[in-house]
């Protein structure tokens, strides 16, 4: 026989999917747009149609081919484009709106729910381009539905932008004023970054970096159902045999990426770029990576001892998801958005889990402060605050931090917020009331911190 | 790569009349909107034999799936299954099964490369029949399964 699979094996598989949410998170088209930039914007935005909608104009159909072959779903496929500020530098217009709609119109047309590249990159300063984008963000992210957005504010290498950070305090709480209706959806759709991954399948952050080729094909895994039930089943196992249970399984669900990327580039005939390990949660019962906390012995995510078990789950998804895979990339770690997954947001209604035990378990996670909503009167200034706090840590630590805050436009304190679908809903969070007002107004750039010194 | 193949758009669809037919040259990009459009507006569409393509599919040889049933056991679940491959040319090259507290459970190991269906029909005549007789019947290429447990 050519085979040597046990029926326990084959069962195991199926188990995984039918039972433990089994599914790659996504499968993302990296674009580059730099030869769309034209002096006439209008003239550019047919090129970037043209362009998205013949490189990926097949990307849904391929992907549900390859869904009925391997019998494993894909939650969403997307495309991620060249920071658009890049590409409507060259033209005199002011406001790029018009692009962000020429993005929503494709992923329209191609049937993506997001496409993710209206994004600057200002870690050491604005170029003219740069200062027209972010001033665009609020009305671009109101009016379209599929456009996601990301502004990177710091680097390990060159320090942290305040001038930037301060303009993103105003421009979250602007698009969230521009979609109150829909208690600040527009803001879901944007993130600041420090050390943004230029290769990162997963939206809202997902752009496509300038170091990149031009198009490539990135996959993201998910699976915290999976990992759940092996560390559920173990009660009783120590932290050697939990990290080498939790090793084990996350290898597993690497190889369905691995296998994924691989045969999606080969149908499309686009080269494979990376799979990224992230442990990605979605809003459905038992794909929580809180419950794998909790499962760990934690009573309520954000007790104490949940930093460790953040540390402990996110280091073996990573060792064994390097070993499966021979392109590892994005931002592979554990995700913790609040709103996205059911029991953070839980742990948040019930008080157990707080905005400054975020802050502490996003020093160990792969991306900031993710999905939290806060009261809707939160000053600007403290907004900027708290995105500054989060790019110190990434800073600092040499790593990817994102915050994507949602001031909820006259919500307060325990009030619900709802956004629908993969981005869930979640309590208001409380924020201190001390005011950083003047310490973000100080402006300037914070310098770039021992570790830049490297060579 | 890309660039010299066709692309058809909800635009180009909606220019056609009801129930048109639309030739297209193979490996033509249809977006999923058109898609949409030409199921709604029951458009024929037809893609042009490519012959490169076709060689390459020749040249694939063999093609193994794995199909697993689950369920109550009763009588004629290996007829019922092994009668819908057979109808579609698929040769089963292992089958083993166990039967617990009543419940069957059946892995079989096929070989796609004289099917007369394509994949996504075959799994949906296997998930039909299943169905009727309440069982759960999937089928999954191998790749999934030499990927997870072997390196």
Redo the contacts between chains.
């Keep these: ?5 046990t ?1 326990d ?3 195991e ?2 188990n995984m999917v ?1 039972l433990e949410n089994l599914d790659i998170r996504t499968i993302t088209m990296g674009i580059s747009l730099r030869d769309c930039a034209d002096p006439d914007l209008k003239a550019a935005g047919r090129k970037i149609y ?1 362009k998205i ?3 990926a ?2 990307l ?2 391929t992907g549900e ?1 390859l869904e ?5 779903p894909i939650i969403n496929k997307r495309v991620a484009v060249t920071p658009i500020a890049l590409v409507a530098e060259c033209s005199g217009d002011d406001d790029y709106c018009s692009l962000a709609q020429v993005l929503d119109d494709a992923a ?5 729910n997001f496409i993710g590249g209206f994004a600057a990159l200002v870690h050491k300063g604005f170029t003219g381009g740069d200062i027209k984008l972010i001033d665009s963000l609020p009305r671009a992210l109101s009016e379209t539905e599929r456009v996601c957005a990301a502004v990177n504010v710091g680097t390990t290498r060159s320090g942290i932008n305040m001038e930037a950070v301060a303009k993103m305090g105003e421009v979250i709480k602007e698009t969230a004023q521009r979609t109150a209706d829909k208690d600040g959806l527009g803001c879901a759709k944007l993130v600041v970054f420090c050390n943004a991954p230029e290769d990162n399948p997963f939206m809202a952050g997902a752009f496509h970096g300038v170091g990149e080729p031009e ?1 490539v094909i990135n996959v993201g895994v998910s699976g915290p159902g999976v990992i759940l039930n092996a560390v559920r089943n173990h009660p009783k196992a120590d932290f050697a045999s939990l990290a080498s249970l939790i090793k084990q399984t996350a290898f ?1 669900i690497t ?2 990426g ?2 994924f990327g691989r ?1 999606a580039s080969r149908k ?3 080269p494979f770029g990376v799979v990224d390990l992230s442990l990605a949660p979605t809003p459905a019962v038992g794909d929580s990576v809180a419950e794998i906390l909790e499962a760990m012995g934690l009573e309520r995510c954000g007790a104490p001892g949940t930093t460790a078990a953040l540390a402990v789950l996110n280091d073996a998804v990573k060792k064994g998801g390097a070993m499966a895979s021979s392109s590892v990339g994005g931002l592979s770690g554990a995700f913790i958005p609040v709103s996205e997954d059911q029991g953070m947001a839980r742990a948040a209604v019930e008080g157990a889990l707080t905005i400054e035990k975020l802050e502490a378990l996003t020093c160990i996670c792969s991306v900031g402060l993710d999905m939290v909503v806060i009261p809707g009167d939160t000053p600007a200034e403290t907004i900027a605050a708290i995105i500054a706090d989060e790019a110190a840590i990434g800073m600092i630590n040499k790593k990817t931090t994102g915050v994507r805050l949602i001031p909820a436009p006259g919500k307060k304190k325990g009030d619900r917020a709802e956004f629908g679908g993969l981005l869930g809903g979640g309590p208001v969070m409380e924020v201190s009331g001390y005011s950083s007002a003047a310490f973000i107004n100080r402006g300037g750039r914070i310098p770039a911190p021992l570790q830049a010194l490297t060579n | ?3 010299m ?1 066709d ?4 635009a180009k669809i909606a220019a056609l009349p009801d129930h048109a037919e639309l030739r297209v040259a193979a490996g033509s ?8 459009l030409i199921a709604a507006r029951g458009i024929n569409l037809r893609f042009d034999d490519d012959p490169a393509a076709e060689a390459q599919e020749e040249e694939r040889g063999t093609e ?1 799936a ?1 199909a ?1 049933v ?1 369920g109550r056991d009763q009588v004629g679940i290996i007829a019922l299954v092994s009668g819908i491959l057979a109808a579609s040319h698929v040769n089963i ?2 089958i ?1 099964q ?1 039967v617990l507290q009543g419940f069957f ?1 059946m ?1 079989m ?1 096929l070989d796609l490369s004289r099917s007369q269906s394509d ?2 029909e075959l ?1 949906q005549k296997l998930e039909k029949a299943g169905e009727e007789m309440g069982l ?1 019947i ?8 030499q ?4 390196v």
């Design positions: 026989m050519p085979f040597s699979y029926q094996e084959i069962f598989t199926i039918e043209e909608v013949r490189y104009g097949n849904v159909e081919q009925r072959s391997f019998g494993i329209r047309e191609i049937g993506v198009c597993k190889r369905m691995e296998l045969t499309l005939g686009i | 790569m890309t660039s193949k692309v058809i758009t909800k990009v249809v977006t999923r909107s058109a898609r949409e193994h794995i697993t689950i090259l292992d083993s166990t459970a892995v190991i994949f996504a799994q759960k999937t089928l999954q290429h191998e790749d999934v399964f990927y997870m447990h072997r």
